[in-house]
């Protein structure tokens, strides 16, 4: 055990975007990982649990922050006939959840030319028809662990309503957990992928700014400070990272300039 | 064509789960074929609303699937307005599609479509066409 | 007055002269139709087995969104989505075990018993509006234009859903009426329109769609008057492919019911949407000098 205490201690040092932190003292809680029971420390989340109970990660683990969507759980609580869902680097484990992970569910994805295609729903139907086997369960919203209305943005595509879904689609961690459950045999996630880029190349106003920026790296005004990079060694590199200006973190919008205003 | 009938052909689980499906009782049917003069799609069936009534009577569930009948039903429920016994023929119908739809069996292939006939449909065709003939 | 509207897909993208033309005349008749701000697919068709559930959780949800946004009424222009929406409504209101089910199912919503009312938009023409005032407001009467009450399957069964009792024709009979035009009873009125065969066995589909143009075209109609997508794409738009195959010697004008009232009601172009019919509905219009505004420059 004591062993385990201090595995976790150098864990808890080098994780990052992790929540759980274990504190001083913590006890062990049982969890069961695809049918075998576990003592695992409470306030760990899943994901770190399923590591201090000996799992290695070699897929189903991306950016432990909660924002690659590899990492899908689907859980049930003892004696409870509900289905959870989560994600296993942001998700506490909680005492007696049966657990298993979901890396990968198959998902139909259509191939497309996002540059020659016609930017009307009716692009999106031809190439997801299954759309219209959609029954409106609700079972996708109901798994997704991001809180996406997935239902209502499969709704807006079926009613031609490009920009809706794209907002309404636009948390979505492509996980996979809404396909796991649909009655219909839905992609949903890729079919919003197409959405949202169809919605972003051809629909959403252009970002000003953005075009500018664009514009000035293309013309060659950052070339210089990204040569002079490029040749630093690793310690200078990092000092300089260190050393960089950051606006604080709750800076009011608008207030905050950086002393040294050459890359601007 | 002349169908044999005998024990082994009769399949008392298909006359059960059509009964069951549709709340049915189809041996009210005494064979007057209102229906298939009531059915818009009866001139391109292979077999009439009656006679598949009556072979599901008998229990004939091979007889009965190798006609298309049911998949050309367009649930247009005339059949179901007309029938003197008060037999909703529309329900059976879709009890005998569903017998295959729940093997994980598609009528239509929505991944075979061509694009051109998605792009032209109305969201309802391809709605109700799915819940009708996709598992 | 202001209703609660249920539009569904179609009347977003195919059917946009549908609605179009719909929303406007109730705004020309000072009626507010508000649409749900959250909907789904009413479903299309009624899901026929008893064991079925899942499938009438579709059209049941939208009854919901109608509840929760304070409506005791819900009014739909597609025919389909009148039929599944009432029908699913039925099931909650009167069958006891089977609406438990499907609100256990729905455990993230509220529970529903019935307690929104589905209304077709030519009943709420007749009963809330009514055909009189209608009439009063008329400013260009579609004086002479024969037209073919047709209703298919989903306005007139099953009964217990019937936008009026089984084999009348009164109701588009008293609105084309109203609006200054000459209803035309024809022996395929209920007859359908091969509805989703369309896909699954098409030439089966255009065989019987066409039957219903000639028996119209024979009882002497000009034009067909319809509200629903689906027939409006069998009827109308398979009509080329029907004159190339020999099936009818020539095109009959399809309307939407609320174009006719939106043209009659004097609206334009934007309002009708003459434009997203076929070709011979803007001339038989223009060539009785009907609704002038609303065709001019349509080629
Ligand atoms: S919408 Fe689907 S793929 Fe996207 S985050 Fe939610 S469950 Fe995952
Ligand atoms: S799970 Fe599938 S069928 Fe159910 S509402 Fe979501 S997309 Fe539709
Ligand atoms: S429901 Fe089917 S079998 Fe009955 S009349 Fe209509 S098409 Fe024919
Ligand atoms: S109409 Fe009714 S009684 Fe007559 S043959 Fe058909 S199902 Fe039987
Ligand atoms: S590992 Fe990326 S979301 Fe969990």
Redesign the interface.
């Known amino acids: 055990m004591s062993n385990h205490e201090c595995e976790c201690a150098t864990v808890q040092q080098i994780a990052t975007g992790d929540r759980a932190i274990l504190p001083k003292g913590a006890k062990t809680i049982p969890v069961y990982v695809m049918g075998k029971k576990y003592e695992v420390p409470e306030t760990l989340t899943i994901m770190k649990a399923m590591e201090y109970a000996g799992f290695k990660f070699l897929r189903g683990a991306g950016c432990r922050g909660g924002i690659c969507g590899a990492c899908p759980t689907v859980y049930r609580k003892e004696g409870d006939y509900k289905l959870h869902f989560g994600l296993a680097c942001q998700t506490v484990v909680e005492p007696n959840m049966y657990l298993a992970q979901i890396p990968f569910y198959p998902a139909n994805r259509a191939s497309y030319d996002i540059e020659t295609i016609e930017p009307v729903a009716e692009s999106i139907h031809a190439l997801y028809p299954e759309l219209f086997r959609c029954v409106a369960c609700n079972n996708c919203t109901k798994a997704c662990p991001m809180g996406v209305q997935v239902l209502d943005y499969i709704s807006a595509i079926k009613q031609g309503d490009i920009a809706r879904a794209a907002h309404l689609s636009f948390d979505c961690i492509q996980c996979g957990m809404c396909a796991s459950r649909c009655m219909g045999e839905l992609p949903q996630y890729h079919i919003a992928q197409l959405v949202r880029r169809i919605y972003g190349k051809y629909i959403q106003p252009k970002a000003e700014h953005l075009r500018k920026r664009v514009e000035e790296i293309e013309s060659g005004k950052y070339d210089a400070t990204l040569e002079k990079l490029q040749k630093m060694g690793k310690d200078e590199l990092e000092k300089l990272y260190k050393e960089r200006e950051r606006e604080p973190d709750m800076a009011p919008l608008g207030t905050w300039m950086p002393q040294d205003t050459q890359y601007l | 064509m002349p169908i044999a009938i005998s024990e082994k052909t009769i399949k008392r689980e298909f006359i059960e789960k059509i009964a069951?499906?549709?709340?049915q009782d189809i041996n009210r049917c005494f064979q007057c074929g209102t229906c298939g003069g009531a059915c818009?799609?009866s001139?391109?069936m292979d077999a009439m609303p009656r006679r598949i009534i009556r072979m599901a009577q008998l229990g004939l569930e091979e007889a009965v699937s190798e006609t298309r009948t049911c998949?050309?039903c367009?649930?247009?429920?005339?059949c179901?307005?007309n029938c003197p016994r008060g037999i909703?023929l529309?329900?059976v119908?879709?009890?005998i599609r569903?017998l295959t739809l729940r093997k994980n069996e598609n009528?239509?292939e929505?991944?075979k479509?061509p694009?051109?006939?998605?792009?032209?449909?109305?969201?309802?065709?391809?709605?109700?066409?799915?819940?009708?003939?996709?598992s | 007055m202001k209703v609660a509207y249920y539009p569904g897909c179609t009347l977003k993208t195919k059917a946009k002269n549908l609605e179009d033309a719909a929303l406007a005349s109730m705004k020309a008749l000072g009626v507010e139709l508000e649409e749900l701000n959250r909907w789904n697919c009413c479903g299309a068709v009624h899901s026929l087995a008893d064991d079925d559930l899942i499938h009438h959780v579709a059209p049941v949800r939208d009854l919901v969104r109608a509840m929760e946004q304070g409506s005791d009424k819900v009014v739909t222009l597609c025919s389909m989505c009148y039929n599944s929406l009432a029908r699913a409504n039925l099931i909650m209101r009167d069958d006891e075990v089977k609406r438990k089910t499907i609100n256990d199912f729905m455990d993230e919503e509220e529970d529903y018993h019935g307690e929104v009312e589905v209304v077709h938009f030519l009943n709420f023409l007749r009963d809330e509006v009514g055909f009189d005032t209608i009439r009063a407001k008329v400013k260009y009467p579609l004086n002479g234009l024969k037209v073919a009450t047709y209703y298919g399957c989903t306005l007139a069964r099953p009964r217990n859903v019937a936008i009026e009792p089984p084999g009348g024709t009164r109701l588009m009979t008293d609105f084309l009426d109203a609006v200054g035009a000459t209803p035309v009873k024809f022996a395929d009125a209920f007859t359908c329109c091969g509805s989703y065969q369309i896909i699954a066995n098409p030439e089966n589909a255009v065989n019987v769609a066409a039957g219903i143009l000639d028996c119209a075209a024979k009882a002497g109609a000009e034009a067909l008057v319809l509200s629903c997508p689906l027939c409006e794409f069998n009827l109308a738009k398979k009509q080329g492919d029907m004159i190339q195959s020999g099936k009818i010697s020539k095109g009959l004008p399809i309307f939407y019911f609320t174009q006719l009232l939106a043209a009659a009601l004097g609206l334009g172009k934007e309002a009708c949407r003459f434009d997203l019919n076929d070709k011979c509905s803007v001339e038989i219009l223009k060539s009785k000098n009907l609704a002038m505004e609303a065709v001019a420059g349509i080629a």
């Open positions: 069951s499906l549709s709340g818009p799609m001139g391109e998949w050309i367009a649930s247009c429920h005339s179901t307005v909703d529309a329900r119908m879709e009890a569903l009528m239509v929505p991944s479509m694009a051109e006939t998605v792009k032209e449909m109305p969201q309802i065709a391809m709605v109700s066409c799915f819940r009708k003939l996709t």
